[in-house]
């Protein structure tokens, strides 16, 4: 197939680059403007409970929690109750509940001097909203109005607040940020391919199909956003992973083309040549690395499956244009790949077999595989024990950098203030509240609630309560918490909403007797529901990554070994990533060095995002080295000699491509936003681990340790991939003789008739 493939494009090398600019043409009108129909939000699961309360309170009784949080802070020497601070807050108050998408606009002076609303010293307060709409609109209107508080004159300073101002700050410093990382990326990896291939036209053409590939991505985004919701964060990943992949793939080919040149084949002939290997080898990359992302799919939360819509098209479109157009390009080029030297010009023909350092560095592991094996393996171990204690949570404000207005606003309300207003457990209660006995049923169960550990107070429709007493009666202040056959009950806590605390309150809420159905909803509520339904589903998501990766790899080895032993290594190797993420971001190490604020948890969404992604990069490298192992094995029966040359042959470009990879998501470290700084280095540091230690020693001590082993299957196994396998096309040996092995059968018969000769002395 690949064969047929390589020969159809050198005949249509022209109409190949023709589509190819045509489609970049199209892809990048039109894409240009996804950023219109990307969302900052998806964060929610809309089956939870919590979710499901929510909807009933803004059904029922238009009320959800409040998103929006205004902090008037009283000039020196001035406090919240002097005339001219008052008049600025009412009036804060007044121009909010004149807005028609904003509800329950409240604040310290129109309650009358509530004290939760106030800080401890009496010089600050606040006034709570809530704005209503979808995430989009949410952002929008809060950008306006903050302005629009903001000229509000008077002896205080106005700063907004609240997660919606959160969220549409995280969003545009991600933005700034994303422009920063391609500014810094695309030069430095420019001068990098210069440095691996020694000429600017081989240098550029990698650069290129990365373009190409963001740009048709975009495309593609703007197509699933127009009937879905897409994450504007998924920009992330697909211009990162979109010039990583690109640049990898296209290494691989070019480097394959060059040596094809070297061993004296036609340009034509090194193209077909280059697809039915070099080629095969990237389709299967994708696939692993497509499969891995796929599995975010199963997750019902957009933010996560925006991800897959964004990372299966740019792997998709890296892979196609790495080798359908990248190979038309290599047709036409032919030796002139190597046109405009920058560096000094280096020999195309192979080396000696067994002269190069990777495979010196093979052999001395081989040597003693027990050893170096169980040394990394140690290491890694020893890298992932901090993982056993990860602890995750929903972002929030600290994942902005301190001098963030709406950062600067939370911060002030955790030290400053009692009470989290904005943090509060809001149960809905679905009744007939006009039922004889409601009212003292409500009031027993608002009672009960109010006696917990960290309540400050309780709001129902029957009265405030604090401690198990009643401190204000029922009126102006509690009248909008029932109406329509439904009651409200919010629970104000002393505690982070974020902290195991709260979430310790929200279980005896959720544990205690109400009269009627009733529902939690609120900020802990969220975490603790979106924490489950993640968890309920990655099962499955792990099962169908390690199921299908373990297939795609059978089919390309004809082994159970290898493809077991690949995700073994995979799991092991990023364990030992996880455990140094939850050491720098959850406990706080080198947060001076990256300048972001630890709140003792991880964003729940990233691990999983990072182990979808990284997971399929190290499957990257795998097949990237399985493949010429394979090739060698193949044409040699020799599984020693194999190990070592497939890491030779490999290891510069594996070595370059890795360090390419890691340089595109190194600068997202260069993000104010924590957990971009999270996904950035924990990638980075998946693929250096994996392109290192994983490769260079784990995989050739395994092998060795195996030994014939390596390429079993159980005879049905193995009849099934003689049939529906891929297998190499004819190879040449190093005298250039073309040998027809039929993809790897006849090592199979070896291995069942005869015990193949370990040639290759190990030192």
Known sequence: MFVRLGHFVVRRRKAMLVLTAVFFVVAAAAGSSVFSKLSTGG???????????????????????????????????????DPGVAAMGTELTRILSTHEDVVNAASYWSLGGAAPLASRDGTEAIVLATVTGDEDQREELVASISEELRAVPGPAEVRVGGMTEVYREIGEQIESDLALAEMITFPVILVLLIFVFGSLVASSLPLGIGIVSIAGTFLTLWVIASVTQVSVFSINLTTGLGLGLAVDYSLFVVSRFREELGRGRTPHDAVVRTIDTAGRTVVFSAATVAISLAALLIFPISFLRSFAYAGIPVVAISAITSVVSLGAALAILGPRVDAVPILRKRSRSPGASGSGMWHRIAMAVMKRPVVTGGAVIALL??????????????????????????????????????????????????????????????????STLSRIPSVSRVDSPAGIYVSGMRV????????????????????????????????AVLATVRDSAAPGAALAAGATAEVVDIRASLFSRLPLA???IALVTFVVLFLMTGSVLVPAKALVMNVLSLSATFGAMVWIFQDGHLSGLFGFTPSGSLDLTTPILMFCIAFGLSMDYEVFLLS????????????????????????????????????VFIAFTSSSVSFIQLFGLGLALAVIVDATLVRGVLVPAFMRLAGRANWWAPAPLRRLHDRFG??????????????????????ASRDEDTAPSETAPVP
């Open 43 to 81: 964060f929610e699961d809309p089956t939870t409970e919590s979710r499901r309360a929510a909807a009933l309170l803004e059904e029922r009784l238009g009320d959800t929690s409040p998103n929006l949080v205004v902090l008037v802070t009283a000039d020196d020497g001035a406090r919240v109750d």
């Open 726 to 747: 891929l297998h190499e096309g004819p190879t040449d040996d190093d005298d250039g003789t073309v040998i027809d092995v039929g993809g790897g059968d006849a090592a």
């Open 381 to 446: 171990v020893f890298l992932g024990l901090p993982f056993l204690r990860i602890a995750i949570a929903t972002a929030d404000d600290r994942v902005l950098p301190e001098t963030a207005e709406s950062r600067q606003v939370h911060d002030t309300l955790r030290t400053d203030f009692d009470a989290n207003e904005a943090g509060a457990i809001q149960v809905a209660i679905e009744a007939d509240t006009a039922t004889p006995g409601f009212d003292a049923a409500i009031s027993t169960y608002a």
């Open 628 to 663: 010429r192992i394979k090739e060698e094995y193949d044409r040699t029966g020799d599984n020693t000699a194999s190990v070592a040359a497939g890491l030779e042959k490999t290891g510069k470009i594996v070595t370059a491509a890795a360090a390419l990879l890691a340089i």
């Open 472 to 503: 204000v009666a029922p009126g102006p202040l509690t009248e909008h918490l029932t109406a329509g056959g439904a009651a409200e009950v919010r629970v104000v806590m002393s505690v982070d909403p974020q902290s195991e605390e709260a979430e």
């Open 542 to 544: 792990l099962t169908l």
